[in-house]
């Protein structure tokens, strides 16, 4: 079945750039998904690329993917402290109906 | 637009009380899915409706949950009769389609005593 997996935990200084990681198992995903949760908040959409694409930026976000080593990864550039907040990457899965994988989510947390 | 919205946002109940969550998706959005986290694993797919009716309902985990979705802008989730270890944040989400982008509720807070 399908795997997404996540490190568990990012520390990093703010003006820094951040670095989140994902890789994923299903070769034939279609499209690939960062999700941002707030403290007591819901899942919010950041970004997504579709398989076909190595890069994608939006402001200061950038979502790199090798589709080779089915690695997906994040970069938050000039971090902020209100970037503090778990990370999930997510999977579309194209054997099913759509269904959403997602990983354990990344706790990052900004330091001033 | 308002986003999805869910009710409660807070609930505390003892053991063997019915609970009902609720959840109203974004209009015009025709599949809704109802999701459960937890630390121990994470987020987990309970059920997805499309156009109203249960697609996959694999998620659910056992004869005490149920969900329904009388129209396209209203559905419940109710755990009868609740246990400790349902204790969780349950969101609700939808999206335009089963392949959209799905948008995700502020959730609801459940704590089982």
């Known amino acids: 079945g399908e795997d997404v997996e996540q490190s568990l935990f990012l520390s990093v200084r703010e003006g820094d750039s951040s670095v989140i990681n994902c890789t994923y198992t299903?070769?034939?995903?279609?499209?690939l998904y960062w999700y941002k949760q707030e403290p007591g908040a819901g899942l919010q959409l950041l970004t997504y690329?579709?398989?076909?694409?190595d890069m994608k930026q939006d402001q200061r976000l950038t979502v790199l993917l090798n589709k080779k080593d089915k690695h997906l990864s994040l970069r938050i550039a000039d971090t902020q402290t209100g970037d503090s907040a778990i990370y999930f990457c997510?999977?579309?899965?194209?054997?099913?109906?759509?269904?959403?994988?997602f990983g354990a989510g990344t706790q990052v947390v900004v330091t001033p | 637009d308002a986003g999805v919205i869910q009710s409660p946002r807070h609930e505390v109940t003892e053991m063997g009380q019915e609970v009902t969550l609720r959840c109203k998706p974004i209009?015009?959005?025709?599949?809704l899915f109802w999701y459960r986290q937890t630390m121990m694993r994470g987020l987990e797919l309970l059920i997805y409706?499309?156009?109203?009716?249960?697609?996959?309902d694999s998620g659910m985990p056992e004869d005490r949950f149920s969900a329904k979705m009388p129209n396209a802008s209203f559905s419940t989730l109710k755990i009868q009769p609740s246990e400790p270890r349902d204790s969780a944040v349950y969101f609700c989400?939808?999206?335009?389609?089963?392949?959209?982008?799905?948008?995700f509720g502020p959730g609801t807070r459940l704590l089982v005593l």
């Open positions: 989400a939808s999206s335009l389609d089963r392949r959209e982008t799905q948008y």
């Open positions: 299903d070769s034939s995903s279609t499209y």
């Open positions: 690329i579709f398989s076909n694409m």
């Open positions: 997510a999977e579309r899965a194209t054997d099913s109906w759509g269904k959403l994988q």
């Open positions: 209009s015009g959005h025709n599949s």
């Open positions: 409706f499309n156009n109203n009716v249960p697609i996959d």
